[in-house]
């Protein structure tokens, strides 16, 4: 049963850098029919996407997003990872990381989901 | 502001059936599949319908998705205490280039 686990710091100063780390288990992330995709939450909100990866490391990103994003993949760790840059208040969220369906590009849907973890920018 | 417009809220009594519906554009639900969640207090998201209609395996199917033109609707049938929970709909927005979700909908089993 594919799992995932979101890790990392759950307090982040502003202007600082968020990093987290999303570990797949019970399934490879090297495999060809999947994306990898991270969402986030702020508190009592709703969803928004933030970007997706590929084992290859082909990434797509949200363009809406305002501060800078990367994200990257380890496939001999089975894990990828995001990095928010330059954070404020507004980066406060539940940042979850999950799989994206096999479909084509009119087709984005995501199952499994990790837990999430809560991240609050603050000084 | 969400791209896609669902209701606050909903209410239904147990056993009775339910609709929540996703209003989008020709840009996102017009031209795009639809996927929808159920996030349970406390709880991360989980899928419930994807591609419009199909469910993945252990969804029952009390749970129903649909889509007309740019309007996509979920169906809950035989309402439980144990379905209070946020719906969220999530598709992709071909001018946007992002995928995007409703703001949710939660509803509430009286």
């Known amino acids: 049963q594919l799992q995932l686990q979101e890790s990392g710091p759950g307090l982040v100063k502003p202007s600082e850098t968020l990093s987290l780390t999303c570990t797949v288990s019970?399934?490879?992330?090297?495999?060809?029919?999947?994306?990898w995709g991270w969402i986030r939450q702020p508190p009592g909100k709703g969803l928004e996407w933030i970007g997706s990866i590929f084992y290859s490391g082909s990434t797509y990103y949200n363009p809406s997003f305002k501060s800078p994003v990367t994200i990257s993949v380890d496939t001999s760790k089975n894990q990828f990872s995001l990095n928010l840059r330059s954070v404020t208040a507004a980066d406060t969220a539940v940042y979850y990381c999950?799989?994206?369906?096999?479909?084509?590009?009119?087709?984005?849907?995501?199952?499994?989901w990790g837990q999430g973890t809560l991240v609050t920018v603050s000084s | 502001q969400s791209v896609l417009t669902q209701p606050p809220s909903v209410s239904a009594a147990p056993g009775q059936k339910v609709t929540i519906s996703c209003s989008g554009s020709?840009?996102?639900?017009?031209?795009?599949?639809v996927s929808w969640y159920q996030q349970l207090p406390g709880t991360a998201p989980k899928l419930l319908i994807y591609d419009n209609n199909k469910r993945p395996s252990g969804i029952p199917d009390r749970f129903s998705g649909s889509k007309s033109g740019a309007s996509a609707t979920l169906g809950i049938t035989g309402l439980q205490t144990g379905d209070e929970a946020d719906y969220y709909c999530g598709t992709w927005d071909s001018t946007l280039s992002a995928g995007v979700f409703g703001g949710g909908t939660k509803l509430t089993v009286l």
């Open positions: 999950a799989r994206r369906g096999p479909g084509g590009s009119s087709s984005i849907w995501f199952d499994p």
């Open positions: 020709s840009s996102n639900i017009g031209n795009n599949y």
């Open positions: 019970g399934g490879s992330i090297s495999s060809s029919s999947y994306y």
